[in-house]
Nanobody
Framework: QVQLVESGGGLVQAGGSLTLSCAAS????????MGWFRQGPGKEREFVAG????????AYADFVKGRSTISRDNAKNTAYLQMNSLKPEDTAVYYC?????????????????WGQGTRVTVSS
């Protein structure tokens, strides 16, 4: 079992940056693929970025590619999402999620564990 707690959201102007953190409990953090998802107003939850247990690869949705970096520190049981050049359309609740052996299927349904979300609001 993994419990996840996100932090780092907030209000930022367009063009600004934020770094989200996801602190995980449990001794098996380093066996899980970590993902970041977001859900905007009236929208379905969508994939943003993912990183496997080893940290050796990363995957990004096209809408954040080149603007965001996902990383993890297994010694600290923490995953991160750095977001730059934020746009108003990035406004959403951002969730981190953990899934076991899901690297080939980075969809919300594949991830078993979820945090409560952190809100990101980008003003124009």
């Amino acid at each position: 079992q993994v419990q996840l707690v996100e932090s780092g959201g907030g209000l930022v102007q367009a063009g600004g940056s934020l770094t989200l953190s996801c602190a995980a409990s449990g001794r098996t953090f380093n066996t899980y693929t970590m993902g970041w998802f977001r859900q905007g107003p009236g929208k379905e939850r969508e994939f943003v970025a993912g990183i496997p247990w080893s940290g050796g690869s990363t995957a990004y949705a096209d809408f954040v590619k080149g603007r965001s970096t996902i990383s993890r520190d297994n010694a600290k049981n923490t995953a991160y999402l750095q977001m730059n050049s934020l746009k108003p359309e990035d406004t959403a609740v951002y969730y981190c999620a953990a899934g076991y052996r899901v690297w080939g299927t980075l969809t919300p349904r594949a991830f078993a564990y979820w945090g409560q979300g952190t809100r990101v609001t980008v003003s124009s």
